[in-house]
């Protein structure tokens, strides 16, 4: 589902003027890096762009249309120069004492993307007002509050608000730390998960699979990965631990995929080789096809309270649905050494893997997708 950056016009792209028309030349003055940041949003980043204003009056004696289109005018022009295109611009022309159902907060204009198209809960309203806030909660999106003025402004919609800016670089850097994170919930007659993740977090896991080595395992991706993971798993462990094994590896690929997004910018290869009597190597490509090669021996039936013959499985799931290449070999003496060997090199090829470029947005790859 495509998510929306629905965004006000008047102090957000242009300065607002004391008497709140921008219909001289004079009064056009854009906000001070807003080009090259919703450059890079438009580049770097997913979002369907829609601008959304009230232009009280408009069309009326106090507000005839000729003082505003050739300003509006001059803002597309300058906005598409820098590649920047909004897919929709919603236009309403009433007084706040019309009370019209299409005049912001209200979503009148906006039906479409209330829907069920759209992903509104991963979207945002970026503003400079109380109504802009309220039009992100009536919408179910965060509001980006940017207003070189007291948040007390936003009235009492200030709860709206995930990110309080005072210029366009805070909006930026807020929605590309947004970017790599990803929810899933995944219910089956076998196993009912529901997770999250964060790709640029700091190590933090709170997991609960049922299975205490499992557990132990997944911690290692949390924190030789440097990502956050929530995973709460409630699995048919009475029959035996397949399902659960398998079906915490399927979610976990899914989150993975679904973070990393369109992968633009990221290093795409890992790989690593650690550690004490045990030879561990990973070797990931984010490549997009799915493919496992497993070059491991276990000697013991059971590691703690799992089955030796789910690890395979579980990295074969989740190269299934990350769609992600993985080469795995290990050797050594020590069973718990061993697979923990595996899931820390594992850990760490993918932290090498997610890496992104603050320079370079490119797709890696000569195909030009993955
Ligand atoms: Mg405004």
Redesign the pocket.
Known sequence: MKKVLFI?????LME?PEDEQIDQLDKVQFLPGMFSYLRDIVEKLDYVLVMITNQDGLGTSSYPESNFWPFHELLLRSLRGEGIVFDEICIDRSFAKDNSPYRKPNTGMLTKYIEGQYDLKNSFVI???WS?MQLASNLGCGGIWLNKRETERAGNWRDSIVCDAKDWKTVFEFLIRKERKANAVRITNETQISGSINLDGSGIAEIKTGLNFLDHMLDQICKHGSMDLFLQVNGDLEVDEHHTFEDVAIVLGGLLKQALGKKAGITRYGYALPMDDCKAQVLLDFGGRPWIEWDVIFNRERIGDVPTEMFYHFFKSFSDHAQCNLNIKAEGENEHHKIEAIFKAFAKALKMAKEKSQFDYSIPSTKGSL
């Open positions: 006000d016009r008047d102090g957000i607002e503003g400079d007002r802009d």
